[in-house]
């Protein structure tokens, strides 16, 4: 167990709808990302989140945003799903930037 | 930006043998290389990790070596294991500021 907690573990949706995928870091961890691995995949970066504010964005799109509250849990928010979202989302924190990222169990989001 | 390649892409070796995984890093300033083995629906775990004042780190069957004037570093796992087989990701960091860049991952397949 890495002390990371994502839920729901498995979402099931269909094309068009809006999903919140929610990640709590570990206990005194400031950086929150978030990652999508589709099947078969390598880790795709999403963005991360430092002590609430944006540090750093990948290829994310513009129907996905996210946030990190001030008590440093995180939510990544899916619209407008379309088929090709379907994957697993990760969620992972650390200390700080650049240093060991422990990750969540993750969230499979099926759109059918 | 920073770049990590990580070779091969998959690798199938007979139980019992070694494996190794190169990746090759970009940004000469990276400082922290660490190495994640994800198994089938599961999340990403560290399982070495060296940082650029060291040349060599082992752990039991599994060590990581660094050459920092090539910028690569690879993945040695001695007698390899049916739990061996696994996707491993390579990162490069810069340290606590920066963001972990990722390899693209190896699929290690372990024949019986």
């Known amino acids: 167990d890495s002390g990371v907690t994502q839920t729901p573990k498995h979402l099931i949706t269909a094309t068009g709808q809006r999903v919140t995928l929610r990640c709590s870091p570990r206990?005194?961890?400031?950086?929150v990302y978030w990652y999508q691995q589709s099947l078969d995949q390598g880790l795709q970066f999403l963005i991360q989140y430092y002590n609430g504010e944006e540090r750093a964005k990948g290829n994310i799109l513009e129907r996905f945003s996210a946030q990190q509250f001030p008590d440093l849990h995180s939510e990544l928010n899916l619209s407008s799903l379309e088929l090709g979202d379907s994957a697993l989302y990760f969620c992972?924190?650390?200390?700080?930037?650049?240093?060991?990222?422990?990750f969540g169990p993750g969230t499979r989001l099926t759109v059918t | 930006g920073e770049n990590v390649e990580q070779h091969p892409s998959t690798l199938s070796v007979q139980e019992g043998d070694s494996a190794v995984i190169k990746c090759t890093y970009s940004d000469s300033a990276s400082n922290y290389f660490p190495w994640y083995k994800q198994e089938l629906g599961k999340r990403p775990q560290l399982i070495i990790d060296?940082?650029?004042n060291v040349g060599e780190k082992k752990d039991q069957r599994i060590a990581v070596t660094l050459n920092k004037t090539a910028k690569h570093f690879s993945l040695h796992i001695t007698e390899t294991q049916p739990e061996d087989s696994a996707v491993y990701f390579c990162?490069?960091?810069?340290?606590?500021?920066?963001?972990?860049?990722w390899g693209a991952g190896t699929k290690l397949i372990i024949k019986p």
């Open positions: 992972a924190s650390s200390v700080g930037s650049g240093d060991e990222q422990y």
């Open positions: 206990s005194g961890d400031l950086s």
């Open positions: 060296i940082r650029s």
């Open positions: 990162a490069a960091s810069k340290g606590s500021n920066y963001q972990l860049i």
